[in-house]
């Protein structure tokens, strides 16, 4: 089925550790997001890429990394120089076309800081 | 830069009742779409609508982009609309760069 595969869903941390959080899809989009979502908040975009080997930083880009390789995966390092991680990071997808730029997410994953 | 404001922030609904979120944003936008997030985190997507109507099945929104608000309707709203709802527009044209609002969160009592 096509969909976005983020791996792993829980993911516990500790302190000084760098993790990465894996996204893949396989809808043939362009576009790919990473988002923060704190709890009873709305999401927060950390960075997206356009196209294969490019990527810009979004609103809360300081402790993360990104990397673009491929057109399918789009994977989020959680570095040590982020203070405050423990969140819900959700990755997405989209193409632009007649429908415009719909975005389609993955079903996330919990990180939390031990 | 573009606030995008959302109410209700609570909404709390008998099952069969209708009911209508707003979504108010400051700037134009090209790109406007709806989700739904339900308990287990999970979003989708609703509506892809910068303007005009659209519907499907229960749910309808309406974009009138010229007053700068949208609207999603739920008629015969059922347990299984608990959750948030979140519009979401692009900055700029083209950007990929889209914001939230802060999101509705719907409760609906069986």
């Known amino acids: 089925d096509g969909g976005i595969t983020q791996s792993p869903k829980y993911l516990f941390r500790k302190e000084g550790q760098n993790v990465t959080l894996s996204c893949e899809q396989n809808l043939n989009h362009d576009a790919m997001y990473w988002y923060r979502q704190d709890p009873g908040q709305g999401l927060r975009l950390i960075y997206y890429s356009q196209i294969v080997n490019d990527f810009q930083k979004g609103d809360i880009a300081e402790g993360y990394s990104v990397s673009r390789e491929k057109k399918e995966s789009f994977p989020l390092t959680v570095t040590s120089a982020q203070k405050n991680p423990t969140a819900f990071y959700l990755c997405?997808?989209?193409?632009?076309?007649?429908?415009?730029?719909?975005?389609?997410f993955g079903e996330g994953s919990w990180l939390t800081v031990v | 830069g573009i606030q995008v404001e959302q109410s209700p922030p609570d909404l709390i609904l008998q099952e069969g009742a209708n009911s209508t979120l707003r979504c108010n944003f400051s700037d134009s936008v090209n790109n406007l779409q709806w989700f739904h997030q339900n308990p287990w985190g999970q979003l989708i997507n609703l509506f892809y609508i910068p303007s005009g109507t659209k519907q499907n099945g229960r749910l309808s929104a309406t974009t009138v982009a010229t007053e700068r608000y949208s609207l999603l309707y739920i008629s015969s709203s059922q347990t299984t609309d608990s959750g948030v709802y979140f519009c979401a527009v692009e900055r700029g044209s083209g950007t990929y760069k889209y914001i939230f609002g802060t999101g509705t969160r719907l409760k609906v009592l069986a």
């Open positions: 997405a997808s989209s193409t632009a076309g007649r429908s415009g730029n719909t975005i389609y």
